[in-house]
């Protein structure tokens, strides 16, 4: 039900526009975040946007990502700006709906030096 766009690769301090988009209109009513995955790490909150479009970020992003919805669209969207190799990483949409976790595919994101 969700799925991401937007990956590839990019030059250190260049920018990407990842999309969540959503089969349906849930995002209106649940927080909706964003993770990220590099080989051989654990998966990564990265960032989150809840119903009312208040934001969080992990604090290695802050201040060069910024999360949005567009609720018309059913999409969620993560700009990322001044991207440094180690950003590189699968990126994964998710929310969590009547206590069942939605996950996406991922989209993959490399940061050349």
């Known amino acids: 039900q969700l799925e991401e766009s937007g990956g590839g690769l990019v030059q250190a301090g260049g920018s990407l526009r990842l999309s969540c988009a959503a089969s349906r209109s849930i995002f209106s009513l649940n927080v909706v975040d964003w993770y990220r995955q590099a080989p051989g790490n654990q998966r990564e909150l990265v960032a989150v946007?809840?119903?009312?479009?208040?934001?969080r970020y992990v604090d290695s992003v802050k201040g060069r990502f910024a999360i949005s919805r567009d609720n018309g669209e059913n999409t969620v969207y993560l700009q990322m700006n001044s991207l440094k190799p180690e950003d590189t990483a699968v990126y994964y949409c998710h929310t969590l709906i009547g206590g069942i976790d939605y996950w996406g595919k991922g989209t993959l994101v490399t940061v050349s030096s």
């Open positions: 946007i809840t119903p009312g479009s208040s934001t």
